[in-house]
């Protein structure tokens, strides 16, 4: 089997405050999202977890549903894929770090020294592997 390619680009998006910058994030998760439909990976329950997730960082929705929603599809064992349950369980951690700053725009906070180091590294994987 071919190897697929992959250059990971850990670009720190941070502020000079020490928040994540709230419009990167989005375009980060909405590129995720196009990838996830690409390789076929766009079940309801992943369309479902995508736009919940967007819609509260765009201020469209509170946390109180986002987080009703999850518990929701992990008590009810609606999710039927490992991808599916990575997929919730990520986002579920993203939108428990996110903390309000004084302006009441949501921003994740990360405790980092450095926000202007970039590294790029590239991975050798099997197509199964990145899937």
């Not at 996830?36 to 479902?48: A, E, H, L, P, Q």
């Not at 599809?73 to 996110?98: A, G, H, V």
């Amino acid at each position: 089997m071919s190897d697929f390619k992959v250059e990971k680009n850990t670009t720190a998006i941070v502020s000079k405050n020490g928040s994540v910058k709230k419009a990167e994030l989005i375009k980060q998760i909405e590129s995720l999202q196009r990838f996830y439909y690409d390789i076929g990976y766009d079940t309801s329950n992943v369309k479902t977890i995508f736009s919940l997730t967007l819609s509260y960082l765009k201020g469209q929705v509170n946390k109180l549903v986002v987080k009703s929603f999850f518990e929701v599809l992990m008590s009810q064992d609606k999710l039927n894929l490992n991808k599916e349950i990575n997929l919730l369980n990520c986002f579920d951690d993203l939108i428990d770090d996110m903390e309000f700053d004084e302006t009441s725009k949501p921003t994740l906070a990360f405790a980092r020294k450095d926000s202007s180091t970039t590294t790029l590294q590239q991975l050798n994987l099997n197509v199964q592997d990145v899937a």
